[in-house]
């Protein structure tokens, strides 16, 4: 498994994974949260399209039924979507930074103010008019734009947002964030830190729990997760984080997720 590689960390992010795998292997109480894209699935301009890597879904039945561990994916994306794309309808996903959860084929929607759907409405229709609509992904408290696969460089896009962004009547309740490969208008209700407080409460004491993330937006997740658990950032190339850890997807991936099987199973 590749770990962070800046000055005098190596040291430091395998004593900490070490004594992870120790934990994980002496409680029956373990929880994996993962990011999708850019962590489970590589990139791709054709969202719907963008399937996991090919090792993923067999990799994550076996935590589902070996490892007696609770398994979540928390995305930017819908939650609906998840489970078609890693092959598992059941699996628990938190969508859209939080705002929605499907466990137990049961579907949750956090309460959105209507003054704040009116204001995300008003933040679509602007940008539909600077001439985004094909770069638009409107969603529970949020809209998208992506600018994978569009003729407009990512900076003729960022622009362009950020002119609609100003010219907002009012902001309050919203915030602009970047994400890999786009920017997001959305309401400042909750994000993936949010998901992994609640799911912290809801587990026991001692409750080995990991959290693996790619995206600006996984930062909260890491953030939330410290003193608790293992925060792992997964990029090609390292940049600064509050993760322990750093892997490169696949390959740090599919060999955390088989050590995270090991483990559990009481391998070494």
Request: aromatic content about 6%.
């Amino acid at each position: 498994m590749q770990l962070r590689e800046t000055e005098n960390l190596p040291n430091q992010a395998q004593k900490k994974l070490r004594q992870f795998l120790g934990n994980l292997s002496g409680t029956s109480s373990r929880v994996l949260m993962l990011d999708y894209d850019g962590t489970l699935a590589p990139f791709c301009a054709q969202r719907q399209l963008a399937g996991p890597y090919p090792e993923i879904p067999s990799l994550l039945k076996q935590i589902l039924t070996d490892t007696n561990t609770r398994l979540t994916i928390v995305t930017g994306r819908r939650a609906e979507e998840i489970g078609k794309l890693v092959q598992i309808e059941e699996i628990e996903t938190w969508g859209c930074q939080g705002l929605e959860r499907i466990t137990d084929s049961q579907y949750w929607l956090a309460t959105i103010d209507k003054p704040l759907l009116e204001r995300i409405e008003e933040a679509e229709e602007l940008l539909r008019k600077a001439g985004l609509v094909d770069l638009l992904d409107p969603k529970p408290g949020a809209i998208a734009i992506h600018w994978r696969g569009s003729s407009l460089s990512p900076e003729e896009v960022a622009t362009s947002v950020k002119k609609v962004w100003a010219r907002l009547p009012s902001r309050e309740g919203l915030h602009l964030v970047n994400f890999d490969g786009g920017l997001e208008i959305r309401t400042r209700k909750r994000n993936k830190g949010d998901v992994v407080r609640t799911i912290i409460d809801e587990m026991p004491q001692r409750t080995a729990i990991a959290y693996l993330g790619d995206d600006q937006t996984d930062e909260d997740a890491f953030a939330a997760l410290q003193g608790f658990g293992l925060g792992v950032l997964v990029r090609p190339l390292y940049r600064p984080t509050v993760a322990d850890v750093w892997i490169r997807p696949p390959e740090g991936v599919i060999s955390f997720l088989e050590n995270w099987i090991r483990t559990c199973r009481g391998g070494s």
